[in-house]
């Protein structure tokens, strides 16, 4: 087993007055030759986003790009003519393939967004661009993981163009939660959203990370009330 360990006090930052961003990976002006990557993640961004501020309209390609609010709402326009509203309870994928351009908007005047902003490095290239978006209320649990992405169209949650699957899980007891890999080859990226859970004897706190490979499965001691995204990657693309 390897693993690798990435406080949230250790991640880049970016404040931009509208935005305030922390990159686990190199992202923009944050560059770290050490943090790259994880396997086919290759973004994963802490974003707020100020009232009524946002993102203006920008281009990306042969990317699966995942939005994952955790409060307030944000609006989406692209040019695959989609307008929607992403909010807590939501999962959004665009899938850029050949090409697309978005904007992203804190649709409220109120009160800030938050959200995860995650890229995973897509399994075939140039492909027609795509859009997915689903609310998780109906097929989330409480104490147990759930998945909510897949590789698979029919699959529970939103599908993209990788061989990873992405679950969350929120724990309001302690326990002890196993994980299974998905498919030889991967590794499972742990991102703690709330709370603290204990991975082989390491101590994870909120926001903060921990990749582990070349394993067939990981063990989650759960201490207290808890909320954990697994993602579940390619190590090589």
Same mark, same amino acid.
């Given at each position: 087993?390897?693993?690798?360990?990435?406080?949230?006090?250790?991640?880049? @930052?970016?404040?931009?007055?509208?935005?305030?961003?922390?990159?686990?990976?190199?992202?923009?002006?944050?560059?770290?030759?050490?943090?790259?990557?994880?396997?086919?993640?290759?973004?994963?961004?802490?974003?707020?986003?100020?009232?009524?501020?946002?993102?203006?309209?920008?281009?990306?390609? @042969?990317?699966?790009?995942?939005?994952?609010?955790?409060?307030?709402?944000?609006?989406?326009?692209?040019?695959?003519?989609?307008?929607?509203?992403?909010?807590?309870?939501?999962?959004?994928?665009?899938?850029?393939?050949?090409?697309?351009?978005?904007?992203?908007?804190?649709?409220?005047?109120?009160?800030?967004?938050?959200?995860?902003?995650?890229?995973?490095?897509?399994?075939?290239?140039?492909?027609?661009?795509?859009?997915?978006?689903?609310?998780?209320?109906?097929?989330?649990?409480?104490?147990?993981?759930?998945?909510?992405?897949?590789?698979?169209?029919?699959?529970?949650?939103?599908?993209?163009?990788?061989?990873?699957?992405?679950?969350?899980?929120?724990?309001?007891?302690?326990?002890?939660?196993?994980?299974?890999?998905?498919?030889?080859?991967?590794?499972?990226?742990?991102?703690?959203?709330?709370?603290?859970?204990?991975?082989?004897?390491?101590?994870?706190?909120?926001?903060?990370?921990?990749?582990?490979?070349?394993?067939?499965?990981?063990?989650?001691?759960?201490?207290?009330?808890?909320?954990?995204?697994?993602?579940?990657?390619?190590?090589?693309?």
């Amino acid at each position: 087993m390897h693993n690798v360990i990435h406080k949230a006090s250790t991640r880049g @930052n970016a404040n931009h007055g509208w935005l305030t961003s922390f990159h686990t990976f190199s992202f923009a002006n944050y560059y770290n030759p050490e943090r790259m990557n994880f396997g086919v993640l290759r973004v994963l961004n802490d974003d707020t986003v100020q009232a009524g501020m946002g993102f203006g309209t920008h281009p990306h390609n @042969n990317m699966e790009i995942i939005s994952i609010p955790l409060e307030g709402d944000l609006e989406h326009k692209d040019s695959l003519g989609n307008i929607t509203l992403i909010k807590e309870g939501d999962v959004q994928i665009m899938s850029a393939g050949t090409g697309v351009t978005h904007s992203e908007y804190n649709k409220n005047k109120d009160k800030e967004v938050k959200f995860l902003q995650i890229w995973v490095l897509p399994k075939l290239k140039n492909l027609n661009p795509r859009y997915d978006q689903i609310s998780i209320h109906a097929i989330q649990k409480v104490n147990e993981l759930y998945q909510v992405l897949s590789p698979h169209k029919d699959d529970q949650g939103v599908w993209l163009n990788q061989d990873a699957w992405f679950h969350l899980g929120e724990f309001t007891k302690a326990k002890t939660v196993e994980y299974k890999i998905k498919k030889e080859g991967n590794g499972v990226y742990v991102f703690i959203l709330k709370g603290k859970v204990e991975i082989n004897g390491e101590n994870l706190t909120e926001k903060d990370g921990m990749g582990i490979w070349d394993v067939a499965a990981i063990t989650l001691n759960v201490t207290e009330h808890t909320r954990v995204l697994l993602m579940d990657v390619p190590m090589h693309n």
